[in-house]
T-cell receptor, first 114, second 115 residues
Framework: NAGVTQTPKFQVLKTGQSMTLQCAQD?????MYWYRQDPGMGLRLIYY???????DKGEVPNGYNVSRLNKREFSLRLESAAPSQTSVYFC?????????????FGNGTRLTVT | AQSVTQPDIHITVSEGASLELRCNYS??????LFWYVQSPGQGLQLLLK??????LVQGIKGFEAEFKRSQSSFNLRKPSVHWSDAAEYFC?????????????FGTGTRLQVTL
């Protein structure tokens, strides 16, 4: 049982380049999320998808876009990367939306923007 | 809006010693509370959760946490720490309202275990 799978694990971009982070879950969860983790700041929600076909902004959405491709997959796109987007990105899923359903996390993508 | 404070950025304990990691939350009603653990290079794993009922909850790996409404706290404890417990620990609070995820994380406490 793979759980939540993120690709790639590592990525280095130059300022202005674009890329898409991929995420897939095999737990038949309805909700999916993208977080970024920065030292001393915990995890901050970028975007989430409460259910297939819906997406909403989280706490720090600027500079990002998302696509809920189907129930399994939720991608995060950086159209024009900036050094401030250097971070570790985590995808997560939960059975249901709302604050009661525990999150299941992928192992993260470490992104460096130079 | 809810918030979470983890006052200790870094804690060092000896193997076999007891452990308590502090978590204070701010929320207008009874919150949903979680503790997650993150090993180096890994994602976060759920240790335990509190929704209602018994205020002392048991989790995986021998961890427990106690919800104290009067102190707005949800401290994580373990009677005897093992070297493999070295990791970063995150407290999180979930809100009841709406359909959106309202899970807010603390900034984490890094645990170092000395042999």
């Amino acid at each position: 049982n793979a759980g939540v799978t993120q690709t790639p694990k590592f990525q280095v971009l130059k300022t202005g380049q674009s890329m898409t982070l991929q995420c897939a879950q095999d737990m038949n969860h309805n909700s999916m999320y993208w977080y970024r983790q920065d030292p001393g700041m915990g995890l901050r929600l970028i975007y989430y998808s409460a259910s297939e076909g819906t997406t909403d902004k989280g706490e720090v959405p600027n500079g990002y876009n998302v696509s809920r491709l189907n129930k399994r997959e939720f991608s995060l796109r950086l159209e024009s990367a900036a050094p401030s987007q250097t971070s570790v990105y985590f995808c997560a899923s939960s059975e249901a939306p709302g604050g009661k359903s525990p999150l299941h996390f992928g192992n993260g993508t470490r992104l460096t923007v130079t | 809006a809810q918030s979470v404070t983890q006052p200790d950025i870094h804690i060092t304990v000896s193997e076999g010693a007891s452990l308590e990691l502090r978590c204070n939350y701010s929320y207008g009603a009874t919150p949903y509370l979680f503790w997650y653990v993150q090993s180096p290079g890994q994602g976060l794993q759920l240790l335990l959760k509190y929704f209602s009922g018994d205020t002392l909850v048991q989790g995986i790996k021998g961890f427990e946490a106690e919800f104290k409404r009067s102190q707005s706290s949800f401290n994580l404890r373990k009677p005897s720490v093992h070297w493999s417990d070295a990791a970063e620990y995150f407290c999180a609070v979930g809100a009841h309202t709406g359909t959106a995820s309202k899970l807010t994380f603390g900034t984490g406490t890094r645990l170092q275990v000395t042999l």
